[in-house]
Structures are given as structure tokens and as C-alpha cells.
């Protein structure tokens, strides 16, 4: 009776097995890698395009690497369009760091000055914030006031003393071409 039994269960066993098996093929032929980063990039494009055209928030902003030095955003984008890069400390940190690094080679073709780096953070020990070549500026609690914000991943936009935020652009570090697309349509463009 105890032999039949475990007989009967370890047929049944088998059969759910290879059912379970069987069902789990049948799911992964409709996932592709490509479908995936289709999805991501359709994801991309309507998050950027909610930001297109917002008014940002004139914040008060503080000077990262002197925090006694603060001055309202538009006193920075005033005279010509700037690059604005905004970053929180809640956005992946190697993709902040990949994009300081873009920023740098950018800075090779478009001036230094044209480059306007915003973080909203607290922490502020971060090795490549103190490290960075470039002037960071710190919103603390403020916000700009862009739908993208609430993401929490990197963007850039262009701005300069209208506060509106053009050519919203939201970067993907599996995907650099999209960012150097990016930095020649704007340097193009702008610079």
C-alpha cells in the first residue's frame, strides 16, 4: 500500500514538474531582449516628453563646494542656453559617475561654463561629487518643478533665463549612443 502510494505521488510529481517546465518555455518565447529595451526606451520617450516645455521652479540653489554660496538658478542660466544635468542622491550612483564622465568629453567642444550640474542630495561625501572638475550646485529639499523629477534618474534639459526646460533628454547607460545623439543634436544646436 505505501509502495503504491509513492508510486501514484511521484508520477504525479513528474507530470507537475514537466507541466511547470513545459509552461515556462511557453512564456519565454514571447520575451526577447529586444522587446525589453523596446519597452524601456518607450518608457524613456514618455517620461522626457511629459517634462518638454515645463516652466522650472526658480530655486534657490547652493554651491556645492562652498555651501555659503547660493544664488537663485536663473542668476546662473542667464546671457545664453546652458546644458543642465540633475541628478538626486536616490539615482544610481555609476550612472551619475558615467555621465560626469561624458560631461567631461563634452567639455572639450562646448565651454565649461555652458554646463550646469544640479543634484538634490544630503549626502555630500560622495568621492566623485568632490572630485568633480565641474561647479555642482545643490537644490537640498527644493525642487525644479518637472514631472521627470519624480523618477529619480538623471536627465539633462536645456535651459537658460525663460526657465523653460528644452530638449528634455532622460540618458540610459546600456544605451550611450542615445547620449552622444543627444550631445551633437544640442551642441548643434545651442553651442
Do not use: H
Not at 555609476?94 to 568629453?105: A, F, Q, R, T
Not at 514631472?147 to 550611450?176: G, Q, R, S, W
Amino acid at each position: 500500500m505505501k509502495k503504491t502510494w509513492f508510486i501514484i505521488t511521484s508520477v504525479g510529481v513528474m507530470f507537475l514538474v514537466i507541466f511547470i517546465i513545459f509552461s515556462l518555455k511557453r512564456e519565454k518565447k514571447g520575451f526577447s531582449y529586444k522587446n525589453m529595451e523596446n519597452l524601456i526606451i518607450s518608457e524613456k520617450y514618455w517620461t522626457e516628453f511629459s517634462s518638454q516645455n515645463s516652466i522650472i521652479s526658480n530655486c534657490y540653489i547652493f554651491d556645492f563646494q562652498n555651501d555659503n554660496d547660493s544664488v537663485y538658478l536663473s542668476d546662473i542660466l542667464n546671457n545664453s542656453p546652458k546644458l543642465v544635468f540633475w541628478f538626486s542622491e536616490s539615482s544610481c550612483s555609476i550612472c551619475i559617475e558615467e555621465e560626469l564622465k561624458n560631461l567631461v568629453e563634452l567639455s572639450k567642444i562646448i565651454k565649461k561654463e555652458d554646463i550646469v550640474i544640479i543634484g538634490s542630495f544630503q549626502n555630500m561625501r560622495k568621492r566623485w561629487m568632490r572630485e568633480s572638475s565641474f561647479r555642482i550646485f545643490n537644490l537640498r529639499k527644493e525642487r525644479l518643478g518637472m514631472a521627470i523629477e519624480n523618477n529619480n534618474f538623471p536627465f539633462y534639459f536645456i535651459a537658460d533665463e525663460t526657465l523653460e526646460a528644452k530638449f528634455v533628454f532622460m540618458p540610459v547607460k546600456e544605451l550611450p549612443i542615445l547620449t552622444e545623439k543627444y550631445f551633437k543634436i544640442i551642441t548643434e544646436k545651442y553651442f
